[in-house]
Nanobody, 121 residues
């Protein structure tokens, strides 16, 4: 089992930046890919970004250039840096991990409870 805890969400003004983190615990040796998904009100959960154990990075095309993802394997942590935020980025952001490289597929094994990001206009 892997437990994931997200942190760093909050309220930010449009145009601002935010950094959210996710720390994994438990059987972290089973983790290969760490990812972020988000779910806006009334919408389905969508893929944001993922980074594999070999640092291969996947991004939703629309977020490239504004968001970056990084991980610290020693700390079992993945971080999402979000810049130039707008109201459309308002969502609950979920951390997810899997024991293989899934690319942008949603079938991750473990999920955190999410952290709310709210962008005011």
């Amino acid at each position: 089992q892997v437990q994931l805890v997200e942190s760093g969400g909050g309220l930010v003004q449009a145009g601002g930046s935010l950094r959210i983190s996710c720390v994994a615990s438990g059987h972290t040796g089973d983790i290969y890919t760490m990812a972020w998904f988000r779910q806006a009100p009334g919408k389905e959960r969508e893929f944001v970004a993922a980074i594999s154990g070999t640092a291969r990075i996947y991004f939703t095309d629309s977020l490239k250039g504004r968001f970056t993802i990084s991980r610290d394997n020693a700390k079992a942590t993945v971080v999402l840096h979000m810049n130039s935020l707008g109201p459309v980025d308002t969502a609950v952001y979920y951390c997810a991990t899997h024991s293989d490289d899934l690319g942008q597929a949603p079938e991750f094994s473990y999920w955190g409870r999410g952290t709310q990001v709210t962008v005011s206009s």
